[in-house]
């Protein structure tokens, strides 16, 4: 058995002799090098016929089943391992950079954005005042994108931290041998692990999936992340008092996620925030412990002020057992402090003592969140004031951060669902109350009188979309005032369908009367998806603004109306180059519109992991947001792998969250140098309007389904259990109503990634062709000096660079109609070849990525990797597709068919 040694860490070795034409690049790092080497004895030990899968070689000795299995097992676990010895190099080299530069030469970290500021001569005060609106909230989606088991994920997070601790310096011999060995072992065991879900998860699952990385990274990185702002701000101005809110939260829509998924109920929702709430209220009982063992202050070495000392004596009388919890501490005050905390948090934690009005209860149960803060800042203050600042910022202040962040219910969970079922809600509710058809009596239902005679809703769909609203109203009072967030209205085509909304909040009981004047006590954000509605967006919002009511409930929230903009429909309807420049527009127009209202707006980007649903490198996707949107505030979607990715490991996860914060910090500070190229508006929509008739052309050709629905495993998608949300929305097989994320998963896995590149070439040459020497230097200025344009070209090569035409052909092949086929396979190589070429003349490059060195060195890698699996995919899909049902070697292909989707999925990092 190899063992791990520094020599893993040096040059790679030299090419091995005899290697063949489909040899993979040598691995580049130590890191990669010994999980690599270590795979390969697993393998060598498990299922020797698929070694030469790790080289780029043959799947499986023979054409059976289960030896191409194996093998494209082999080739997605090293799929997976991968991104782990490049997530473990991408951590040391910034190690290395904070070491030799200091780390606010750190790209992506507050110390360098303060830094910045600070050489700009940025006062005090303006950094007072942005940081008095500082909000960002990832938002954990329910959408099934997580192709890999969370038992899968854990084991993963185990090699990660063995890689770690090997880098150690102070680890002997001995120590490095012992580490190799758990190594190869949990190789070994993830070798051993099933890839595959054998059921559909339910919401119940997939609420432990989310809360999976609550507990793994995200509940401890809260504190770290102030910290880093506070000392990057404590940095660069001393002297400075900066009160620093609690700028992070985290944001969910797993278990509130409705919208086409049958199986999220009431019932359901319920379930998920109770679960939700037991994370939170276990993990403040060890952190309070912890805290408690740390803090065994005695009270004759420190001055504690008579006003805690008083504050004490009272919490102790309020518990039954308070003259046993300080004799069991006697001197040592914080912990008697503590042990009341501890004491009133086992009260919370027991929901059926708190049903029971605290009956035997030896302390009062806390009834908010914000009274367990009260008491943290309490003892926070005292520890100050007894000249233990230190102490209190390393012991008390992180605890605080933590319930500040998280409070009783881990999350702020959001409630979606289509604006259809809505307003059949509301339509049945009109009916029942004899209201005539149209905006008036809405209107007028919205400023009357809740009146508990009035008739309600009585079909089942329209009492469970009713009742949505009442479960608000409870749980709020049980579980935490801040349990959901808002109310996410899919599908915004008017302003009545927000209306809708309000007007079933109201009757939820959700709107606050102050003296005969109502607002609604709960968010409501409409969702605009496609090309046409991001185009109606603000003229909506107009409308709304001029709502009596919608204006009250936006300033008695804050001042401020939520907007969501979906990033996957909106290029599934017009193509990428289109959906990218009517999100800029449309988050400009909104801007204005809500300044023109006296509001206030926050974007919200529903963004997918992958390049076609939005996924962008965060710094430069935030960079290219139009200028004056973001103001401080932020909201993102998070979904499947890119939450694994993200937040699967405590380090990279602390590095993204910063990052995020940070960028949304960096480009909230107004500026006066952002000068628009003149022409650029009318350039760009020059190419959006090609690019989407091209994009069209494609969509609406009459064999695009035909071609579509056998060139790639669409339909067996739903065989891989990835989630408990259907892939359609309703039940028609048209592209309407297919979802946007298994549009884009099936073009990653046929290597055509359709949605990601096409209509730019026929943009391009358009444009070029219309207005010549002027347009070819328009262009260039543009690709130079405009974010929107640059993130559009350079996002678009990435992609251009894993499209294979030789794949594109071999999946071809499976289109059983020859007038379909090459109808569309014509139209799809045509423009491949035009925007290669295209990209190519604006970019100055020989070939796609030549600017992107390291990711085409990691995606050469993968690429040459996968070659096989795509093959054997193809073959496996004729094989499956060819069988009865019945037929019992179908199911052995249909199990090596679904490890084939999971391994390309693994090596592209994304399924969509």
Known sequence: MAVATRAHFRAPPAVPVGATAMELPTPESGAERLLVDMLRQVVMLRAPESAAALDGGQLGDDSSSDSIARSLQTVGLLSQILPIAELHDAMAARQRVERERGFESLAGTFSKVIAEWKQLGVPADTVRE??????????ITAHPTEAKRVTVLEKLRGIYTLLVRLDSPLVTHRERAMLAEDLRTELDLLWMTGELKLEKPTVAQEVAWALHFFDTTLFGLVWQLHDSLALALAEQYPGEHFDLPSFIEFGSWVGGDR????????????????????????????????????????????NFSPAFKTALERALEASNDGERLAARNPGELCRQWLSVV???????????????????????????????????KTLEKALIEADCAGIARATVVPVRREVEAFRFSSVRLDLRQGSGLYNAAVDELRKARGGEEGAQWLRDALTRPRRESDPGVTSPAATETAGMFTLVRELRASIDRKAFGSVIISNTQSAADVLNVYLLAKEGGLFHDAAGVESCTIPVVPLFETIEDLRRAPAIMRELFAVPVVKRSVRAQ???????????????????????WELYQAQKKLTRAAAESGVELSFFHGRGGSVSRGGAPTHRAIAAQPPGTIRGRMRTTEQGEVVSFKFGYPDAALYQLELLASSVLEYSLPSDEVVPVPGLEEAMEALSGAAFAAYRGL????????????????????????????????????????????WVFAWTQNRHLVPGWYGVGSALRAFLSVRGARGEAMLRRMFAETPIFRLIIDEVEKTLAQVDLSLVRAY?????????????????????????????????????????????????????????????????????????????????????????????????????
Do not use: W
């Open 342 to 376: 501890q004491r009133r948090l086992a009260a919370t934690v027991s929901e059926s003592q708190r049903k029971r009005g605290g009956e035997g209860l030896t302390s009062p149960p806390y009834a908010t969140a914000d009274d367990l803060i009260a008491d943290l």
């Open 130 to 139: 942005l940081l008095r609106t500082f909000r960002v909230v990832p938002t």
């Open 812 to 912: 071809a092949s499976l289109v059983p109609n020859e007038l379909a086929r090459a109808g569309v396979l014509s139209l799809i190589e045509t423009e491949y070849d035009r925007t290669v070429k295209a990209v190519l003349y604006l970019t100055g490059e020989s070939a796609l990525a030549e600017r992107f060195p390291q990711f085409k060195r990691r995606m050469a890698r993968r690429l040459g990797m996968l070659e096989r699996a795509h093959y054997e995919q193809i073959e496996l899909l004729r094989r499956v597709r060819g069988k009865a049902s019945a037929d019992a070697q179908r199911d052995d292909d249909l199990a090596a068919l679904l490890l084939s989707i999971n391994c390309i999925a693994a090596g592209f990092g994304t399924t969509g």
């Open 558 to 580: 804050g001042g401020v109306q939520e907007v969501m903009i979906g990033y996957s429909d909106s290029n599934k309807d017009g193509g990428f180059l289109t959906s990218n």
């Open 259 to 302: 919208d086409g998924n049958p199986n999220v109920t009431n019932e359901v929702t319920r379930a998920a925030l109770q679960e939700y709430r037991a994370k939170s209220l276990h993990r403040y009982q060890r952190r309070v412990a912890e805290m408690s063992r740390a803090l065994s202050i005695s009270e004759r070495s420190s």
């Open 699 to 742: 969509i609406q050709h009459p064999g695009l389904i035909e071609y579509y629905t056998a060139a790639t495993p669409l339909e067996e998608l739903q065989l891989l259990n990835i989630g408990s949300r259907p892939a359609r929305r309703g039940g028609t097989r048209s592209l309407a109503d297919l979802r946007a994320i298994p």
